[in-house]
């Protein structure tokens, strides 16, 4: 079978391997090729690997490089003896890839995987292409475009299916290229106790969210579309985005996407994971910077809400994928956004808390300090009208005032209160109070 006049050269050691595999010269065998986002690269990793091992055969890996970076790797070129003359074996490269906010997978950059499938021979080549960094290349060869496809459609299930990916927490960015990269974050676990609202408020959320997510299948049983969006809106510091945390920690299982300012190009990306991936839920933070009325917009914050709509607008029905939107400011948002059905179903305000919830959160907040206050409802009765994040302020500085006055030990007593209220509320200015989320008149 061997071509002896192929013998010294790089490329024929390629096509040897292949022909040996095969038993045949493959020059003319059907190829299939799939293209995956780079972002899937460790799913696809594990996916081939987890194909490979169910079919029970042995599996030759080998390496492959180009002597130039625009050279195309490609498996009709290795069948040809007489093309691809540039492309030689060599090591196999990996790249190192995040798979959660701890841990990496080396995963296969380039190699050519040569094994059997329904007991046919099959070469599968992972590569990628030059200057489309932000994709990932399969081909698939064997002796039927009927069992190279079968392969395929085995291969691209497993990877829609991957584990590496699904139930993260996911903050994908664009870069200027088009590029995709994601990075994986960590929610604290939030207890129920530590979301300091009206009772019947948090009811609310929990049951457009939580409750709702706990009886999908049952719901889609009965037809009820899946597909649901809500915005929590209020004054800044009140707690919604400390919310929206509470409510992905309560729902293990689900993929989350966090979107924020910065990566609110990424609004096409975070949805079409989503489907991917879902049950999904995508946390929108200050969606107020893209959705407010067109005509007070830029072009680009017009592109990225257009999208925005169109993306939860495109997803079919039985979706299992929640919108979680969170703005300071529901007066100016898009009617198309706030208002209609399927984009979002519920706007829930997140209010200035209350004097039960400014007691809660003073106790809740002042959690391993020492304090000899003597007259705790005054200071609640006093900070009406601000906000949680107000609250947290109030003890830190507290605490702060406490320790520069005692070098051994920190005890917050009535004074240190008294002080911290007044370098907030009057020394602090209008502005601080603003930021802090109380009123300012």
Aim: contains cysteine; hydrophobic residues 40%; aromatic residues 6%.
């Amino acid at each position: 079978m061997d071509d002896p006049s192929l013998a010294t050269s790089n490329m024929s050691k390629l096509h040897k391997i292949l022909t040996k595999h095969f038993g045949t010269n493959p020059a003319f065998y059907p190829i299939i090729e799939q293209s995956y986002e780079i972002y899937q690269r460790a799913n696809l990793h594990v996916a081939i690997e987890d194909l490979v091992k169910s079919t029970g055969s042995d599996v030759e890996l080998h390496g492959i490089v180009s002597a130039e970076d625009y050279t195309l790797v490609s498996l009709a070129k290795i069948a040809q003896p007489k093309l691809g003359k540039w492309i030689q074996l060599g090591p196999i490269e990996y790249v190192d890839e995040p798979i959660s906010n701890d841990d990496r997978l080396s995963c296969v950059k380039r190699g050519l995987f040569l094994f059997r499938y329904n007991d046919q021979a099959v070469a599968l080549l992972l590569t990628d292409k030059p200057h489309r960094s932000n994709l990932v290349y399969v081909e698939v060869m064997a002796a039927t475009k009927q069992i190279a496809e079968l392969l395929g459609h085995h291969l691209a299930k497993l990877v829609r299916y991957g584990t590496v990916l699904r139930g993260q927490v996911i903050s994908p960015s664009r870069d200027c290229y088009g590029n995709t990269s994601i990075k994986f974050q960590n929610l604290p676990t939030i207890d129920r106790s530590q979301v300091i609202l009206p009772d019947e408020v948090l009811k609310r959320i929990e049951r457009q969210t939580i409750g709702f997510s706990e009886n999908s299948n049952r719901l889609a049983a009965a037809g009820r579309h899946l597909k649901r969006g809500i915005l929590l809106h209020g004054p800044p510091g009140t707690g919604k985005t400390f919310t929206a945390m509470y409510l992905a920690s309560r729902m293990p299982g689900r993929t989350v996407f966090l979107l924020t300012a910065t990566s609110f190009g990424s609004i096409e990306t975070a949805c079409k994971m989503a489907r991917i991936l879902e049950p999904s839920t995508v946390i929108l933070e200050d969606v107020d910077l893209i959705g407010a009325q067109r005509e007070t917009q830029v072009v680009d914050a017009n592109a990225v809400l257009f999208e925005l709509l169109n993306q939860m607008d495109g997803l079919s029905n039985d979706a299992d994928i929640l919108f979680v939107l969170t703005t300071n400011r529901p007066d100016v948002l898009e009617h198309a956004l706030a208002a209609r059905p399927g984009r979002v179903d519920q706007a829930i305000e997140i209010p200035l808390p209350d004097a039960d919830c400014r007691r809660r959160l003073f106790d809740l907040y002042s959690h391993g300090l020492k304090l000899e206050v003597k007259r705790p409802e005054d200071v609640i009765k006093k900070i009406e009208g601000v906000s949680a994040a107000f609250i947290r302020e109030l003890l830190r500085k507290s605490a702060v005032f406490a320790a520069i006055e005692m070098p051994n030990e920190i005890i917050v007593r009535d004074k240190h209160i008294q002080d911290a209220l007044g370098d907030l509320l009057i020394e602090g200015g209008p502005l601080t109070k603003s930021l802090l989320g109380a009123k300012t008149n």
